[in-house]
């Protein structure tokens, strides 16, 4: 219900979206079909992945494959564990068991060298709120190894592309949230990231800006960056090539959209959602 | 990497115009006002002189009870009783009591018996005023000696005088003893605890946790942190002793560039202690809380107010980790009394001693992946 009001603003909007990925992503999604096996395609790779906090087990044996290219869409309610899987994938967290290659590195050893390869936007709005809008892209992609050069002409190109040129020495503290989240987007796949982790992007953000931010997520994926992210709107999770849902920990759920829809017999995604969220034993 | 990280600190410090402001105003207030509040000297005490006698003796006495800037003659107590009573609604700190055969007792025996009664809620300060009021009857005692013993043989008030001749600090100032150890305070404060605050303002912000998703080591993280603070302590600690000239015409004695090779290690040693403060505190008021908590430990048991040999052996225990004691020794020694190096070695290798252990643990605690 929270989500219902929205939902059917969006609703229109997303069809308009959808059209237009949906040559994109047909091919990609009839290679889905198929049994997903661990291959080399396969960007993300867990097995059995859990974290314990105490007696409590947040994230209980996930085993999941996400493919190179792939918008993956990581669903649940609140309190799921959505937000502690993605931080042991992002090397914030130790598994408590299980294994995780990210990039081709272990999560539980080598969170270094997965740090170098991916992005990752948090829930938290995370860009330096009193540097300016190019200190924040200067900063990021000096932390990557960057040049000057480098970052000079991909920081004119982003804010070209998000027809911020106005906004170049604007303090970050002064922008509209829609407006900081699509810029912490640009920001996380500034250093052009093998995989880039969304958590909730577009929590709070008005519908325009969200279709704005999938368009640019879509153009993301098109230059060959994967995308993993966690959404609370379930229109958004209809744009994901492949969508997992978890109930209590667990992965209850994980296919496309559209074949969760017919096995589940429902009209849309959110349908699917309340099926399986009702299930939930945490509350 | 780190070149980018050091410019975003110095970019965020002076943005904000608050530290600006703290660096002019802090060592200002903290050395033009603190040396006079923390003067240890106690003027002014009020006392009362019950006079039984009403002599021209006792009247002497009284005169140069009032005459002395300690004291403040309030009143004139009519008894025992009354006195008492002021001292009871905190009027009075103490009482002199004159008996009332004071005059001819000292004529004839060359004995005369004065009660000192002091209020000792504080104890320093009735310590003080018990002291000051005994010298101030020695001294008549000697004044009435000279007089009778001419015309009294039998005359032989108690008397015996040391008159001490102090070293380093000749006129006693406590201002100059209180300077330097108030610089140890800002230096403590600038490149101990801001930079504590500074990493747990960023734990609350979230932007902590878009750095750890970075490939920034920890070192290079913990360096950008310190680089910027360890560089205004330097500016700041310069601008203090310009101060103490200023306002106190008070230079070291000793060489400046000993006092900042233990400025160097003492600085490490103190923000390694603010990185630690902020591994463990989660938001800003635990981080608050903690520093509070430490400020005051360190700072009494650091010999700034009182001295360490004095404390319990358990408590000079304790204060044997204390980096704030062993600086603010050293720079008490240097500034006033101009030692040099080889004198202080123990003291540097226990700064260092105290850095190392600090440090260590901080990088240690310091975690991206929990």
């Not at chain 1, 799921?80 to 130790?94: D, E, H, N, P, Q």
């Not at chain 2, 004291?71 to 009519?78: C, D, H, I, Q, R």
Request: hydrophobic fraction near 45%.
């Amino acid at each position: 219900m929270l989500y219902g009001n929205d939902f059917n603003v969006i609703a229109n909007v997303s069809k308009v979206i959808y059209k237009t990925k949906h040559i994109n992503s047909q091919l990609s999604k009839e290679k889905q079909n198929n049994k997903t096996t661990m291959t080399n395609d396969d960007i993300i790779q867990v097995k059995d992945l859990t974290k314990q906090f105490g007696k409590f087990t947040a994230v209980n044996h996930i085993t999941f494959n996400v493919k190179k290219g792939e918008i993956f869409g990581f669903l649940g309610a609140n309190g799921a564990g959505k937000t502690t899987a993605m931080r042991m994938l992002c090397g914030l967290s130790y598994p408590t068991s299980g294994k995780g290659l990210v990039a081709g590195f272990d999560i539980s050893k080598q969170q270094e060298m997965v740090k170098k390869n991916i992005g990752y936007m948090s829930q938290k709005f995370s860009l330096y709120e009193d540097l300016k809008v190019w200190e924040n892209f200067s900063l990021f992609g000096g932390i990557y190894g960057m040049n000057r050069k480098e970052i000079k002409d991909r920081t004119d190109k982003m804010l070209k592309e998000l027809n911020f040129e106005n906004e170049r020495n604007a303090m970050v503290s002064s922008l509209p949230l829609g407006w900081k989240q699509k810029l912490a987007f640009s920001l996380s796949i500034f250093h052009n990231p093998k995989i880039v982790f969304l958590d909730e992007p577009t929590g709070g953000v008005d519908p325009i800006t969200r279709r704005q931010f999938w368009e640019m997520i879509y153009a993301a994926a098109d230059r060959g960056i994967t995308v993993f992210v966690t959404t609370h709107y379930m229109d958004e999770s209809e744009y994901c090539d492949r969508v997992s849902i978890m109930v209590d920990g667990r992965i209850d759920a994980l296919d496309t959209p559209q074949n969760l829809k017919n096995l589940y017999s429902a009209k849309d995604m959110y349908d699917v959602f309340l099926y399986l969220a009702r299930t939930a034993k945490r509350s | 990497m780190l070149k980018h990280l050091i410019i975003k600190e110095f970019k965020q410090l002076f943005r904000g115009g608050f530290i600006p402001k703290l660096l002019i105003f802090m060592p200002i207030a903290m050395i033009g006002i603190l040396p006079f509040a923390a003067n240890q000297e106690i003027k002014h005490l009020k006392v009362t002189i019950v006079d039984n006698d009403k002599s021209s003796v006792s009247e002497k006495l009284c005169e140069k009870v009032s005459a002395s800037k300690y004291f403040t003659l309030t009143e004139v107590g009519s008894s025992h009783r009354q006195a008492i009573k002021s001292i009871e609604k905190g009027d009075v700190d103490l009482i002199v009591e004159i008996p009332d055969d004071f005059e001819k007792n000292l004529v004839k025996n060359g004995l005369g018996k004065v009660q000192i009664s002091v209020n000792s809620v504080n104890g320093m300060k009735g310590m003080l005023a018990n002291n000051y009021m005994n010298s101030i009857i020695n001294e008549y005692a000697n004044e009435m000696k000279e007089k009778y013993s001419t015309q009294q043989p039998s005359f032989h008030a108690q008397v015996f005088s040391i008159k001490p001749y102090y070293l380093f600090n000749p006129k006693l100032d406590y201002k100059i003893f209180m300077v330097p150890a108030i610089m140890v305070m800002l230096l403590t404060l600038m490149c101990g605890f801001l930079p504590a605050l500074n990493i747990v303002g960023e734990k609350e912000k979230g932007t902590i946790e878009q750095i750890n998703v970075t490939p920034v080591t920890r070192f290079a993280f913990i360096l950008s942190k310190l680089i910027p603070y360890w560089i205004i302590g330097f500016v700041l600690f310069g601008f203090s002793m310009f101060l103490a000239w200023l306002f106190y015409g008070l230079t070291p004695v000793g060489s400046v560039f000993t006092m900042f090779i233990f400025v160097i290690a003492y600085i490490i040693a103190i923000s390694g202690f603010g990185l630690v403060i902020s591994n463990y505190a989660k938001t800003m008021s635990q981080a608050m809380f903690l520093i509070f908590f430490f400020m005051l430990v360190f700072i009494l048991m650091s010999g700034l107010f009182t001295p360490v040999a004095s404390m319990p052996q358990w408590a000079q225990y304790i204060a044997a980790a204390n980096p704030l004691k062993y600086f603010i020794e050293v720079m008490r020694m240097i500034y006033l009394k101009g030692s040099g190096l080889s004198a202080l070695i123990t003291n540097l290798l226990a700064i260092i001693t105290v850095a190392i252990v600090l440090n260590t643990w901080a990088i240690i605690s310091y975690k991206k992946t929990n």
